[in-house]
């Protein structure tokens, strides 16, 4: 009997803590000291890096990508064109953007900077009483002339809930179902917030 009161206190003490919570699990940014002397005006969004099993994870953070850029006062090129122009170089997948330079895709998309994207985490974890998911993002951006990183940003973002009664037990199971889109664009918005307004 002690045990199973002990156990109930111990999830009760969980929820507390973890029910509801989104939480950064890590943080990176780095940003050149002198980037109004670099600020580029044209940037080229690229192809995203997937880390993860999910072949849609890069979709859902392209266009949300796109428009938070644009939202700071950069211009891209049109996608169309990036992607168009990508495969007439017999570039097929995101990871082979790396057989070229910085300054060889500028002047393939006649742009001052690209913006590399990487999902990094892409998960959801359910375990009856316990469900977490998890959504992370690396972004760089990079001069085409100089191969110089202007700026950089890497977070993952976690959100959990736990059950520990019949209610809470089966709002675990609805959250485990819950949709990524709100997480992606969440964690977009964080990213592009520290990036400089052009």
């Known amino acids: 009997m002690r045990t199973l ?28 000291p002198d980037f109004e002397s670099w600020k580029p ?3 080229a969004v690229l192809p995203i890096m997937n880390e993860t099993v999910d072949l849609d994870a890069p979709e859902v953070f392209r266009p949300e990508i796109e428009y938070a850029i644009q939202s700071r006062g950069y211009r891209i090129v049109n996608p169309g064109f990036v992607d168009e122009t990508l495969m007439e170089n017999e570039v097929f997948d995101a990871g082979q953007i790396y ?7 500028g002047e393939l998309f006649g742009v001052d900077a690209l913006l590399y994207s990487t999902v990094t985490e892409w998960r959801t ?3 009856v009483a316990y469900a977490v998911i998890e959504v ?12 110089t990183v202007l700026w950089k940003w890497e977070k993952s973002l976690a959100d959990r809930r736990v059950g ?6 089966a709002e675990t199971a609805v959250f485990a179902l819950t949709p990524y889109q709100p997480y992606v664009t969440e964690l977009v918005r964080m990213a592009f917030a520290t990036l400089p307004w052009h």
Do not use: H, Q, W
């Open 136 to 147: 992370g993002a690396r972004f760089e951006l990079v001069d085409a002339r100089t191969d």
């Open 41 to 43: 005006s044209t940037v």
């Open 125 to 127: 974890t359910y375990l």
């Open 99 to 105: 057989a070229y330079t910085p300054e060889e895709l």
């Open 5 to 32: 009161i002990n156990c109930t206190a111990l999830l009760f003490a969980l929820a507390l803590l973890a029910c509801g919570c989104a939480t950064v699990k890590t943080e990176v940014l780095d940003l050149v």
């Open 164 to 169: 520990y009664d019949r209610d809470t037990l």
